[in-house]
């Protein structure tokens, strides 16, 4: 079964924006950590942003802080992030992931057990 499904990608030119989701049973927002990542291919998965149940806290990576926005719409079940002025290097599949094992890092792909198949991002100079 698949639990998560992303929507939201597309093509925009740089310092555009996009609003990515992920469809989520509801039971995962107040279970899981959930996060997004991203990859393009011959690279690692990359942790992108993560909310701790609750939505109270978050993380990010360094290269997004200040423009990308992770949260939940827990009336719609899904997982959001908003992408604001985009470069070209933010070109990649993007993936939502959830279910972080205990220790694991938010930003480290192989802690995560659950993940949509991804939305592709490209962004035009």
């Known amino acids: 079964a698949q639990f998560l499904a992303e929507s939201g990608g597309g093509s925009v030119q740089a310092g555009g924006s996009l609003r990515l989701s992920c469809a989520a049973p509801?039971?995962?927002?107040?279970?899981?950590?959930m996060a997004w990542f991203r990859q393009r291919p011959g690279r690692e998965r990359e942790g992108v942003a993560a909310?701790?149940?609750?939505?109270?806290?978050?993380f990010y990576a360094d290269s997004v802080k200040g423009r990308f926005t992770i949260s939940q719409d827990n009336t719609e079940n899904t997982l959001l992030l908003l992408m604001t002025s985009l470069q070209p290097e933010a070109t990649d599949m993007y993936y939502c992931?959830?279910?972080?094992?205990?220790?694991?890092?938010?930003?480290?792909?192989?802690?995560?057990?659950?993940w949509g198949r991804g939305t592709p991002v490209t962004v035009s100079s």
């Open positions: 509801e039971s995962m927002f107040s279970r899981y950590v």
């Open positions: 992931a959830a279910d972080l094992r205990p220790g694991g890092r938010w930003d480290d792909a192989h802690s995560f057990a659950l």
């Open positions: 909310i701790y149940p609750g939505g109270s806290v978050t």
